[in-house]
């Protein structure tokens, strides 16, 4: 069974940095593309960022040059390192794993930007 646990969320002062970690098993982590979303209340959950499995990148618009999303496949993990973190980053980030067709999501961790 396939299993992604995030950890480091937290509260952090606006200029703050935070780093998200996605622990996955059960799956073929080195072939999966992997990604962190985020959810604000009241607000639709959308794409962070994404890494293939060859380590190719992509970022939100809102989120380009202050995060950094990286992978270390012999630890099945990803991570989200978040710089210069500003209120709006303020959400619930989802780990999302693909692969074999097949959607994962983790529970989600609270990040809350605020003074």
Request: net charge positive.
């Amino acid at each position: 069974q396939v299993q992604l646990v995030e950890s480091g969320g937290g509260l952090v002062q606006p200029g703050g940095s935070l780093r998200l970690s996605c622990a996955v098993s059960g799956g073929m982590f080195s072939i999966a593309h992997m990604a962190w979303y985020r959810q604000a209340p009241g607000k639709q959950r959308e794409s962070v960022a994404t890494i293939t499995r060859a380590g190719s990148t992509n970022y939100a618009d809102s989120v380009k040059g202050r995060f950094t999303i990286s992978r270390d496949n012999a630890k099945n993990t990803v991570w989200l390192q978040m710089n210069s973190l500003k209120p709006e980053d303020s959400a619930v980030y989802y780990c999302h794993a693909n692969f074999i067709a097949t959607d994962y999501w983790g529970q989600g961790t609270q990040v809350a930007v605020s003074a």
